[in-house]
């Protein structure tokens, strides 16, 4: 194997790095040179992929964690036959309109399963790809027909491998077994600030072994010993495996070969012609790709692997036709066509934390979802994302449909997000709202991707009392409703909470957040009018007041304040109108003449009441409106005495109310 065209397709990869850097002014080219070994190996002789038909379900899946080096990940699509990564766009790296940006990006560079560049995120994506791939497998494959089964692979660093969320997914990943889960670590020793010892001294693969890996050593430039490796890590069926390969960081290089300086930096005109030189390449040329190369890297994708299994899927449907349909629409992302049907009722007064109802809501509708699938981060009683008498995983029996990820709030959400991003399921999670803070980067990263993973987060604001400012989220809600692409859903009651799971499953353009209390809250009538569609829309006239003179906003438990406010403000002789608003994302979505029904621009009287930060509220109050809210931290007590010391009363809200009358 390590032949001259090996080491030919190598160093295509290692020169195409180096042009494509230099052109772009900056990037990262150490990382593609000191993988590319690696890289030919896996891609020409394991990978199972098709430049064709990038999407085909039983692809084996293929994560650079470190995305920094992307310019290796655009040449193998390249060289392997993506037509649309054309040699232009390896020229254009970097640069504005590309499919070559900086880091990978998901759905815009075809062949690129998920956007990384944060440190460790797509460790912990491949992690639930493997989990969706095994899950799937087991629900789905019968005997003599396994239309679910691949690997994953996945390119990572030292970088990823120190970052916190390695070690949360890396344990559960062994916990589970996910045996068709394969590491490639590019152990180079080097990162930004120079050497792995300013700051690192232990063993991978032995704290990998710890955890219950498969792991293994190989010079990461010896093709024979990294096929051997791979060979060895896809015959480990019951663990997954880590295969440290040393490799040179800017291998060639004469002067920033095994420094930092190859790391972020383009290597400048000289340095590339004396790499070029020590490489035995055409010093002069740039962007070379011998015709040789093409022909090698693209041998075996003559598209017959995706031929076959498109057969033995049709050869399937004939005998398992509701088994094949099921998981047909599971890849497509449809939901079972009477899932609706299977919503419950709540009756009107009946007082329940909005927790509790969104999970009788999830009790109900868990059976008619075949691939709902989801779990929490070790708050399962207090989340109430368990529906009666579900099984979880285990590393033993993959039947179940619930995950204990453990205390591992960041982890989870990688793990959610690489479940959605592998297909065929639709993820959620759950955990208290104020851990949003420990797993922001991975909802941020699937916003970007608009990937429709569920959110189950509960005890939502000082509402859950006693267990202090530490526990209670502040400042959480401003800052979801400020990533682009996310639903945040807060519900006012069970009604609301209906539609909040409604909303989690239909949308497909992005994730969803429901933010859940733990107090008990009453069940409002539903919108003789609008019925559910009102929250649906984000925001709605829940209580009218003909000519009404002020608008009283509120979200979640806080609606409850404003009705009271609004029967204050009556007997004091000033009609009100009472809005809630579950989600501002959506009510954004609407007609700008529905917003204006709503909102009319006439009553500029407007309070906004909800325990949190009040920033932000500017939006709907206007410049003459006023937000109740918390712009500081809780206080550990019962809840109603932390509302009533804090302001957040109804006569509070009266009071503003006739405030801006008055003025």
Same mark, same amino acid.
Not at 331 to 349: D, I, K, R, Y
Not at 524 to 530: E, N, Q, S, W
């Given at each position: 194997?390590?032949?001259?065209?090996?080491?030919?397709?190598?160093?295509?990869?290692?020169?195409?790095?180096?042009?494509?850097?230099?052109?772009?002014?900056?990037?990262?080219?150490?990382?593609?040179?000191?993988?590319?070994?690696?890289?030919?190996?896996?891609?020409?002789?394991?990978?199972?992929?098709?430049?064709?038909?990038?999407?085909?379900?039983?692809?084996?899946?293929?994560?650079?964690?470190?995305?920094?080096?992307?310019?290796?990940?655009?040449?193998?699509?390249?060289?392997?036959?993506?037509?649309?990564?054309?040699?232009?766009?390896?020229?254009?790296?970097?640069?504005?309109?590309?499919?070559?940006?900086?880091?990978? $990006?998901?759905?815009?560079?075809?062949?690129?399963?998920?956007?990384?560049?944060?440190?460790?995120?797509?460790?912990?994506?491949?992690?639930?790809?493997?989990?969706?791939?095994?899950?799937?497998?087991?629900?789905?494959?019968?005997?003599?027909?396994?239309?679910?089964?691949?690997?994953?692979?996945?390119?990572?660093?030292?970088?990823?491998?120190?970052?916190?969320?390695?070690?949360?997914?890396?344990?559960?990943?062994?916990?589970?077994?996910?045996?068709?889960?394969?590491?490639?670590?590019?152990?180079?020793?080097?990162?930004?600030?120079?050497?792995?010892?300013?700051?690192?001294?232990?063993?991978?693969?032995?704290?990998?072994?710890?955890?219950?890996?498969?792991?293994?050593?190989?010079?990461?430039?010896?093709?024979?010993?990294?096929?051997?490796?791979?060979?060895?890590?896809?015959?480990?069926?019951?663990?997954?495996?880590?295969?440290?390969?040393?490799?040179?960081?800017?291998?060639?290089?004469?002067?920033?070969?095994?420094?930092?300086?190859?790391?972020?930096?383009?290597?400048?005109?000289?340095?590339?012609?004396?790499?070029?030189?020590?490489?035995?390449?055409?010093?002069?040329?740039?962007?070379?790709?011998?015709? $040789?190369?093409?022909?090698?890297?693209?041998?075996?994708?003559?598209?017959?692997?995706?031929?076959?299994?498109?057969?033995?899927?049709?050869?399937?449907?004939?005998?398992?036709?509701?088994?094949?349909?099921?998981?047909?629409?599971?890849?497509?992302?449809?939901?079972?066509?009477?899932?609706?049907?299977?919503?419950?009722?709540?009756?009107?007064?009946?007082?329940?934390?909005?927790?509790?109802?969104?999970?009788?809501?999830?009790?109900?509708?868990?059976?008619?979802?075949?691939?709902?699938?989801?779990?929490?981060?070790?708050?399962?009683?207090?989340?109430?994302?368990?529906?009666?008498?579900?099984?979880?995983?285990?590393?033993?029996?993959?039947?179940?449909?619930?995950?204990?990820?453990?205390?591992?709030?960041?982890?989870?959400?990688?793990?959610?997000?690489?479940?959605?991003?592998?297909?065929?399921?639709?993820?959620?999670?759950?955990?208290?709202?104020?851990?949003?803070?420990?797993?922001?980067?991975?909802?941020?990263?699937?916003?970007?991707?608009?990937?429709?993973?569920?959110?189950?987060?509960?005890?939502?604001?000082?509402?859950?009392?006693?267990?202090?400012?530490?526990?209670?989220?502040?400042?959480?809600?401003?800052?979801?409703?400020?990533?682009?692409?996310?639903?945040?859903?807060?519900?006012?009651?069970?009604?609301?909470?209906?539609?909040?799971?409604?909303?989690?499953?239909?949308?497909?353009?992005?994730?969803?957040?429901?933010?859940?209390?733990?107090?008990?809250?009453?069940?409002?009538?539903?919108?003789?009018?609008?019925?559910?569609?009102?929250?649906?829309?984000?925001?709605?006239?829940?209580?009218?007041?003909?000519?009404?003179?002020?608008?009283?906003?509120?979200?979640?438990?806080?609606?409850?304040?404003?009705?009271?406010?609004?029967?204050?403000?009556?007997?004091?002789?000033?009609?009100?109108?009472?809005?809630?608003?579950?989600?501002?994302?959506?009510?954004?979505?609407?007609?700008?003449?529905?917003?204006?029904?709503?909102?009319?621009?006439?009553?500029?009287?407007?309070?906004?009441?909800?325990?949190?930060?009040?920033?932000?509220?500017?939006?709907?109050?206007?410049?003459?409106?006023?937000?109740?809210?918390?712009?500081?931290?809780?206080?550990?007590?019962?809840?109603?005495?932390?509302? $009533?010391?804090?302001?957040?009363?109804?006569?509070?809200?009266?009071?503003?109310?006739?405030?801006?009358? $008055?003025?």
């Amino acid at each position: 194997m390590t032949d001259a065209r090996h080491q030919l397709a190598a160093n295509t990869i290692r020169t195409l790095a180096m042009d494509a850097v230099q052109k772009a002014g900056n990037g990262h080219p150490g990382m593609p040179m000191g993988m590319a070994d690696i890289a030919v190996v896996l891609w020409r002789h394991f990978l199972r992929h098709d430049p064709v038909h990038p999407d085909w379900p039983d692809r084996d899946r293929f994560v650079l964690s470190n995305g920094h080096g992307s310019a290796l990940l655009y040449s193998l699509l390249h060289l392997t036959g993506y037509e649309a990564v054309t040699l232009a766009q390896l020229q254009n790296l970097r640069q504005w309109g590309s499919l070559t940006p900086g880091h990978p $990006e998901h759905a815009h560079t075809p062949g690129v399963e998920t956007t990384t560049g944060p440190l460790g995120q797509g460790i912990g994506n491949a992690v639930g790809m493997a989990l969706a791939e095994r899950w799937l497998a087991r629900r789905y494959n019968r005997p003599g027909f396994s239309v679910v089964d691949h690997y994953t692979y996945v390119f990572c660093g030292d970088g990823d491998l120190m970052e916190g969320i390695s070690h949360e997914v890396g344990a559960l990943a062994a916990h589970l077994g996910l045996g068709k889960l394969i590491f490639l670590y590019d152990d180079n020793g080097i990162t930004i600030d120079g050497h792995t010892s300013l700051a690192w001294s232990e063993d991978v693969p032995a704290r990998f072994a710890a955890y219950g890996w498969h792991t293994l050593r190989v010079d990461g430039h010896d093709a024979e010993a990294i096929a051997a490796a791979i060979t060895a890590a896809r015959a480990e069926t019951a663990r997954p495996s880590l295969i440290a390969c040393r490799t040179h960081i800017g291998f060639g290089s004469p002067h920033k070969q095994d420094s930092s300086a190859a790391h972020g930096e383009a290597l400048g005109e000289e340095e590339i012609r004396l790499t070029k030189a020590a490489l035995g390449w055409p010093v002069e040329a740039k962007f070379l790709v011998p015709d $040789e190369v093409y022909a090698y890297m693209r041998e075996n994708l003559d598209g017959e692997a995706e031929r076959a299994w498109r057969q033995l899927f049709r050869d399937y449907a004939g005998i398992y036709p509701d088994l094949a349909a099921e998981l047909e629409a599971a890849w497509a992302g449809e939901m079972p066509a009477s899932w609706q049907t299977h919503l419950p009722t709540f009756t009107p007064a009946q007082k329940m934390a909005t927790r509790a109802s969104a999970g009788k809501v999830l009790d109900a509708i868990f059976p008619h979802i075949p691939t709902l699938i989801g779990g929490s981060a070790d708050l399962t009683g207090s989340n109430k994302t368990l529906p009666g008498g579900v099984a979880h995983l285990t590393r033993d029996d993959f039947s179940g449909r619930y995950i204990h990820f453990g205390i591992r709030e960041h982890g989870m959400g990688g793990i959610l997000n690489g479940m959605a991003l592998h297909g065929g399921l639709r993820p959620y999670g759950g955990t208290f709202f104020v851990f949003t803070d420990y797993m922001r980067p991975t909802i941020r990263l699937a916003a970007m991707m608009r990937l429709p993973v569920i959110y189950v987060f509960t005890h939502d604001s000082i509402g859950l009392g006693e267990d202090g400012p530490t526990h209670q989220p502040i400042e959480h809600l401003m800052s979801l409703r400020g990533l682009p692409n996310l639903i945040t859903f807060r519900p006012a009651d069970a009604q609301e909470a209906i539609v909040g799971w409604r909303v989690a499953l239909e949308n497909k353009t992005g994730p969803t957040a429901l933010v859940l209390t733990r107090q008990g809250v009453p069940t409002l009538a539903p919108d003789p009018v609008l019925g559910p569609d009102g929250a649906a829309r984000g925001a709605y006239i829940l209580s009218d007041a003909a000519d009404a003179r002020v608008i009283l906003i509120g979200t979640g438990s806080e609606v409850h304040i404003a009705l009271t406010a609004q029967q204050q403000l009556a007997d004091a002789g000033i009609p009100a109108r009472v809005v809630s608003m579950p989600s501002w994302e959506l009510f954004a979505r609407q007609p700008a003449a529905y917003q204006e029904q709503v909102l009319p621009a006439t009553i500029t009287a407007r309070v906004a009441v909800e325990a949190g930060a009040t920033f932000g509220w500017a939006k709907y109050v206007g410049a003459h409106g006023v937000a109740i809210g918390l712009d500081h931290f809780g206080a550990s007590a019962p809840y109603q005495t932390l509302y $009533e010391q804090f302001g957040l009363t109804p006569e509070a809200v009266a009071r503003a109310a006739k405030q801006q009358l $008055e003025n």
